[in-house]
């Protein structure tokens, strides 16, 4: 996908563009968790209905991200970015309008089927159409996104449920009509790509293995915890690993034919990937466990309200924006070490969480600092992908939005489990001790950051490609 003259002269527009779906799919997946109790009063939901609410999405979105990623590549990246815009605001309609609980579930896993569709996309442009700085530039922002729709999802989820849960889904929807107009005028079209032989397909036979495979892992992780960890999560989880095994396999084999695979494994081999995949597993495993486990701390053990709750990640969403967008002024020989540092804020910042989780300002410093950890440590984004060919953006744009979403799921689960015991009855330890694993989960992240390092420091200390 060769950048044309148009994109050169208009790159921060077309960027924004695709951001703000990026924004308004993360919005929606915090949101939807403040309007649970309120959605249930309402339409007389089971626990277990509600859980398939903010599951669904979840499920179908982690699921199909791998496929999202390759039909942008077989189909058109700004096609099926715009098709993803459209599915998504189409599903955000309906829930709105939903009837009875049955019917929200359907079109919340409408939802994150085109989530799954349009997010992939962002990326792969991100590394075709934009290269040296103004990737950087554009992974920060990126990055920066992504902290900000989870806080702000939780805030503004405070002051729209006081009008209903039905808002909650019908705010996507203007924001998807004015996405829908401006994707065609701002993303210049891309050619869509072909396969080895010379023709456009879809790898049926992976697609056949990889879907049960993350069908299988993701469904314990979201429905697991809920449900007392019963013998069929531990079943679903084994298959599903064995799955992945065989899809692997499979697509070596398919690539090594000369086919079209799903996944072309050989992207672990660039330079920088298989470092930067392992650190961005415990950075996301403990991001997740940290926001469910302190949002659960604030409202269940502190008392605060959902708002109030919401307005407390501010500092933190601050640090973690600032981080994420300007770490690339930093002097351009340390870059390379960027991602150990911030791993070595989080250990520092949630140790600090460990003793301060009752609350007052030195709980803020904490959350400041583990902010601005976080921020920092998304310059892995552009230390993994430095190497990455433009031809191989689709992989890479589907590895790694797969590994993040599988990171939250984890910590959500794991860290979520042990929270929820320590916390019965509720007290402020049960955040300090999950606090101290959290700091152990940074800990470890540490190892792959530094032979991310290593793999990356001879790139680091070349002059930058300018922006084509």
């Not at 010379?198 to 993350?214: K, Q």
């Not at 984890?410 to 019965?424: E, N």
């Not at 420091?457 to 490609?465: D, G, H, M, V």
Request: charged residues 10%.
């Amino acid at each position: 996908m060769t950048p044309s003259h148009t994109t050169a002269g208009r790159p921060w527009p077309m960027l924004a563009v695709l951001l703000a779906g990026q924004f308004m799919g993360l919005l929606d997946l915090y949101i939807v968790n403040v309007a649970i109790p309120r959605i249930g009063a309402d339409l007389g939901a089971s626990g277990a209905t509600l859980q398939l609410v903010v599951g669904g999405y979840i499920i179908a979105y982690a699921t199909l991200l791998i496929t999202g990623a390759r039909l942008g590549e077989l189909c058109g990246r700004r096609r099926m970015y715009l098709i993803g815009v459209a599915g998504f605001t189409a599903g955000s309609l309906l829930c709105g309008l939903a009837p009875d609980i049955g019917t929200l579930i359907a079109f919340r896993f409408v939802q994150g089927a085109a989530a799954a569709v349009m997010v992939p996309q962002i990326m792969s442009v991100i590394q075709a159409r934009f290269t040296g700085r103004a990737r950087a530039t554009a992974l920060s922002a990126y990055t920066a996104v992504l902290s900000a729709g989870s806080v702000v999802g939780l805030a503004l989820g405070g002051v729209l449920v006081g009008a209903g849960w039905r808002p909650v889904f019908l705010v996507n929807v203007p924001v998807g009509v004015l996405l829908t107009l401006a994707v065609p005028r701002l993303v210049p079209p891309d050619l869509p790509s072909a396969g080895p032989s010379g023709s456009r397909r879809l790898d049926l036979r992976g697609l056949a293995l990889a879907l049960p495979a993350t069908l299988l892992l993701v469904l314990p992780l979201v429905l697991g915890r809920e449900s007392g960890w019963p013998k069929w999560t531990y079943a679903s989880i084994a298959v599903g690993v064995a799955l992945a095994v065989v899809f692997v396999v499979a697509q070596r084999r398919t690539a090594a034919r000369g086919g079209d695979p799903l996944l072309n494994v050989d992207v672990l081999r660039v330079t920088g990937m298989p470092s930067g995949l392992v650190t961005l597993v415990a950075l996301m495993v403990a991001y997740g466990g940290f926001l469910f486990t302190f949002a659960l701390h604030l409202q269940s053990v502190l008392g605060e309200s959902p708002l109030r709750a919401g307005l407390t990640f501010l500092p933190m969403a601050a640090a973690f924006g600032l981080g994420s967008f300007y770490w690339r002024r930093l002097p351009r020989r340390i870059h390379h070490l960027l991602p150990a540092a911030g791993l070595a804020l989080n250990v520092l910042g949630a140790s600090c969480l460990a003793v301060s989780a009752a609350g007052g300002m030195a709980m803020w410093a904490a959350l400041v600092v583990y902010g601005a950890g976080l921020g920092v440590s998304t310059s892995l984004l552009t230390h993994a992908l430095v190497h990455v060919p433009p031809a191989r953006a689709a992989d890479a744009s589907g590895l790694l939005t797969t590994t993040m979403q599988f990171g939250q799921l984890s910590g959500v689960a794991v860290f979520g489990a042990v929270f929820l015991a320590l916390a019965d009855p509720p007290r402020p330890e049960a955040m300090g001790a999950i606090a101290w694993w959290l700091a152990l989960a940074a800990a470890t992240g540490m190892a792959g950051a530094v032979a991310l390092a290593r793999a990356v420091a001879p790139r680091a200390r070349q002059a930058p490609p300018t922006f084509g």
